[in-house]
């Protein structure tokens, strides 16, 4: 028994030794066919007007990448629509569920939808004769920015435009192309902020009277230590399932942009 566990041993590091031979055996003998490519960075001085203009260009593309973000928040539906749903997590008493991911996820897709015909304007007007080369840079800009306006426009109420366009010192438009963009996007932006509050609100209202009658039935049976949370969230939750709420917010977001 010994002289067999003391040569199963010896087969066992004979093993050990030859496997790093044999890969490195096999490597070798693969043919290299996949070039691998080498990635070189660097930054150099421009010596032509056209490569600096060229760098310039660069620099604002990166510029205007850095700010996407906020420019997709601050001129489109999102900022409505999270709202809104975090409104609705928050009257739902439900805390972390459904997840943040959940929520922006469903809010950038529901600003996706809400906005593709302003989208769309903009790939048929500007977009798509830009790269034909049928217009200019700069009439591709112009044209870009119209439709975005436009639905900027129908969102934002007077009163809110009219705060920005005193708060600037500007004489008073005559028609909204006299408006600079950077006065109608602050006004947009407070006018979604209480579009969102009101909407939010009515959400409110029914979780609340459940949470009421809850409360005021715990308090009538004496049982004022059991947190009236424990005990109105299943109902809320439940009323929100048998009244399918997920459909009702987003049918009424999506009405609210019309």
């Known amino acids: 028994m010994k002289q067999k566990k003391k040569s199963l041993r010896r087969l066992f590091y004979l093993l050990?030794?030859?496997i790093p031979l044999l890969i490195g055996g096999v490597a070798l003998a693969a043919p290299q066919t996949i070039p691998i490519?080498?990635?070189?960075?660097?930054?150099?001085?421009?010596?032509?007007?056209l490569e600096i203009a060229q760098s310039l260009?660069?620099?604002?593309?990166?510029?205007?990448?850095?700010l996407a973000p906020a420019i997709l928040i601050m001129t489109t539906s999102f900022v409505r629509i999270v709202i809104v749903l975090s409104f609705t997590r928050t009257a739902i008493g439900t805390n972390?569920?459904?997840?943040?991911?959940?929520?922006?996820?469903?809010?950038?897709?529901l600003t996706f939808f809400t906005m593709a015909p302003t989208w769309d304007a903009v790939n048929n007007q500007a977009l798509q004769p830009f790269l034909n080369g049928q217009i200019s840079q700069e009439d591709a800009f112009t044209k870009a920015s119209a439709p975005i306006r436009d639905f900027m426009f129908k969102q934002t109420r007077n009163k809110d435009l009219k705060l920005f366009i005193q708060a600037s010192?500007?004489?008073?438009?005559?028609?909204?192309?006299?408006i600079p963009t950077q006065v109608l996007i602050p006004a947009f932006v407070i006018?979604?902020?209480k579009t969102a509050f009101q909407l939010g609100f009515m959400i409110f209202i029914p979780f609340l009277v459940i949470d009421m009658i809850v409360a005021s039935t715990l308090m009538s049976m004496g049982m004022m230590m059991l947190p009236p949370v424990m005990i109105s969230l299943p109902f809320k939750i439940l009323l929100f399932v048998m009244v399918d709420g997920w459909h009702l917010v987003v049918r009424s977001l999506i009405l609210s942009f019309n």
Request: avoid cysteine; charged fraction near 15%.
């Open 191 to 193: 006018s979604e902020l």
């Open 96 to 109: 972390q569920m459904p997840p943040n991911q959940v929520m922006i996820g469903l809010a950038l897709f």
């Open 37 to 49: 490519p080498q990635i070189q960075i660097g930054v150099n001085t421009a010596q032509k007007p």
């Open 57 to 66: 260009q660069m620099l604002i593309i990166l510029t205007v990448l850095s």
């Open 16 to 18: 050990l030794l030859l």
């Open 169 to 178: 010192k500007l004489p008073n438009p005559k028609n909204k192309d006299e």
